[in-house]
């Protein structure tokens, strides 16, 4: 009787819990929150089972990643321009198209970004700083040549040789490596200031983990994914790998899938110099396996900006009903 009671002390609230992409987190609707932004924000920590000293999100919906624990607002467009306040499409989700990263194979979702480049704080440009391809100077790491973009989300590039790798790296290769972690973050960090998104680079290691994202590339070689699935060198046209939080991420992002496309089509960039020229069109390695992307850039008066990427996804509903919150007064 007592679990009963404890129980019916909790808030149901109506939610979608969904996969979307490699990634997983718990769906609501705006008018079934609470209307206080800071009331909103602690019942949402609460849901996904955070802050966690464990870090496993065990009392939540949350997976202990950065991949599994995201919670989604979708509501009515504020903009006239668009529909809803976050772009997400309901699809019949059973099929047979498979995203290396996922399991089991569901309908293949066609994404298609519309000018993605610009915004979250970096100004309308697509390359915040102007430029392609620069070399940033990191205190205790030394000259980096990074390529700074702000598409899908602000994204810096880097060749896997200038961080001593090999770009065919999975999980346990990175992230029990402390001190390359540690250098990872210094670039990162500096590239937040050089992106405009942070004060300093003290900053940005404390209040935005979350971006920029650091990626890092390399030419196509032959590897074994996570999954066992060998990949090889002719399937792929570059290696690329996607830190996320502090941590390489198990497969590749949405987001850092749309940098790609959009700074491989671009001349001069990390990527577009690792290929070996500008590419519209490209299949990439990652941890777990390969993805194509595609986009399409425009140059004019050294002004780069991209109107289109596109690649596949999946997405599946996995649960459908109430999440039960204890009281967060």
């Known amino acids: 009787m007592h679990h009963i009671d404890s129980l019916s002390r909790q808030t149901p609230i109506r939610a979608l819990y969904m996969r979307g992409g490699t990634s997983k987190g718990v ?23 955070s802050p966690d000293p464990y870090e496993k999100q065990i009392d939540g919906m949350g997976g202990a990643t950065s991949s599994t624990s995201k919670v989604v607002i979708v509501g009515p467009s504020t903009r006239p321009d668009c529909d809803v306040d976050y772009w997400f499409g309901q699809v019949q989700e ?32 697509m390359f915040p700083t102007g430029r392609a391809a620069e070399v940033l100077a990191v205190p205790g790491v030394g000259d980096v040549r990074v390529t700074l973009v702000n598409a899908g989300n602000p994204t810096l590039f880097v060749e896997a040789e200038a961080l001593g790798l090999s770009g065919s790296e999975l999980q346990p290769d990175i992230n029990s490596r402390a001190d390359l972690l540690a ?32 990626a890092f590339a390399a030419p196509a070689a032959a590897y074994t994914a996570s999954s066992g699935r060998a990949v090889g060198a002719d ?8 830190f996320s939080m502090g941590k390489l991420h198990h497969a590749m992002t949405g987001t850092g899938a749309v940098a790609i496309a959009a700074t491989a089509a ?47 996804r999946t997405a599946r509903r996995l649960m459908d009903g109430v999440v039960l919150v204890p009281p967060w007064e």
Request: aromatic fraction near 4%; hydrophobic fraction near 45%; proline fraction near 6%.
């Open 94 to 125: 059973l099929g047979g198209f498979e995203l290396d990263g996922v399991t089991f194979p569901a309908a293949e979702v066609r994404l298609e970004f519309l000018d993605p480049g610009g915004s979250d704080g970096t100004g309308e440009a």
């Open 266 to 312: 671009v001349p001069g960039t990390v990527l577009a110099d690792l290929l070996g020229g500008a590419r519209g069109e490209l299949r990439f390695g990652h941890p777990s396996g390969t993805l194509k992307v595609g986009a399409q850039a425009h140059g004019q008066d050294g002004r780069w900006s991209v109107a289109r990427v596109a690649m596949s």
């Open 27 to 49: 769906f609501f609707l705006p008018a079934d929150l609470p209307s206080d932004p800071s009331v909103r924000d602690r019942v949402l920590m609460r849901v996904v089972g």
């Open 235 to 242: 399937d792929i046209d570059l290696n690329v790998r996607i």
């Open 183 to 214: 250098r990872v973050e210094a670039i990162r960090a500096h590239a937040a200031v050089a992106m405009g998104l942070a004060p300093d680079a003290a900053h940005a290691t404390a209040h935005r983990q979350h971006t920029p994202k650091l």
